[in-house]
């Protein structure tokens, strides 16, 4: 069964730095795309950033809301795919959750295209 597991958030203050991670087992991501997603309370879950499958990580998609302080990567020796994320602000907390999508194909910020998702870890952005 694949498995997806999110570590790495926690509490900052605004202007604040944290890096998750989306680690898998069972399997390899080297081709899947993966996507960060995020869910503040009463809201809808919404696309964060992605990585396409094919190229490494140099297809990547970001929501506007995050460009220019946000970065995806990943490290396939460590079958890890990271969400660094700078100059945190207090609209960026939530619950945060990676989740694998298409095979060997570009991806997009559209929840549908994702089928398999990590449990969420809770990102704090307060002062």
């Known amino acids: 069964q694949l498995q997806l597991v999110e570590s790495g958030g926690g509490l900052v203050q605004p202007g604040g730095s944290l890096r998750l991670s989306c680690a898998a087992s069972?399997?390899?991501?080297?081709?899947?795309?993966i996507g960060w997603f995020r869910q503040a309370p009463g809201k809808e879950r919404e696309g964060v950033s992605c990585?396409?499958?094919?190229?490494?990580?140099?297809?990547?998609n970001y929501v506007d809301s995050v460009k220019g302080r946000f970065t995806i990567s990943r490290d396939n020796a460590k079958n890890t795919i990271y969400l660094q994320m700078n100059s945190l602000e207090p609209d960026d907390t939530g619950v945060y959750y990676c989740a694998l999508g298409p095979w060997k194909a570009m991806c997009a910020l559209t929840r549908a295209a994702f089928h398999t998702w990590g449990q969420g870890t809770q990102v704090t952005v307060s002062s």
């Open positions: 069972r399997f390899t991501l080297d081709y899947y795309a």
């Open positions: 990585v396409s499958g094919i190229g490494g990580s140099t297809h990547t």
